[in-house]
Nanobody, 114 residues
């Protein structure tokens, strides 16, 4: 059974950094395309970055140059390094597989103060 658990969020000032983790069980992170999603208050969930099984990466324009997606195959964990955070980055962050989407985890709250 697939399970995803996000962690690492918090309250940070604008310009600060956070590193999010997504621990996966029941499916291999490195063998599947995965992504990080952000849900800002009052908005739908938005896909902001993806990595496929070959390591090819894409970012939405709003996070390009500031966020970095990566994975640790030994830990079966996906990461999101977020630098240069802005108040618009505030929201709940989720990870998931892009194909055969798994059950959504609890997400991790990121709040960026101005």
């Amino acid at each position: 059974q697939v399970q995803l658990v996000e962690s690492g969020g918090g309250l940070v000032q604008a310009g600060g950094s956070l590193r999010l983790s997504c621990a996966a069980s029941g499916r291999t992170v490195s063998a599947n395309a995965m992504g990080w999603y952000r849900q800002a208050p009052g908005n739908p969930r938005e896909l902001i970055t993806t990595i496929n099984s070959r390591g090819s990466i894409n970012y939405t324009d709003s996070v390009k140059g500031r966020f970095t997606i990566s994975r640790d195959n030994a830990k079966n964990t996906l990461y999101l390094q977020m630098d240069g955070l802005k108040p618009d980055d505030t929201g709940v962050y989720y990870c998931n597989f892009l194909v055969r989407v798994g059950p959504w985890g609890p997400g991790t709250q990121v709040t960026v103060s101005s």
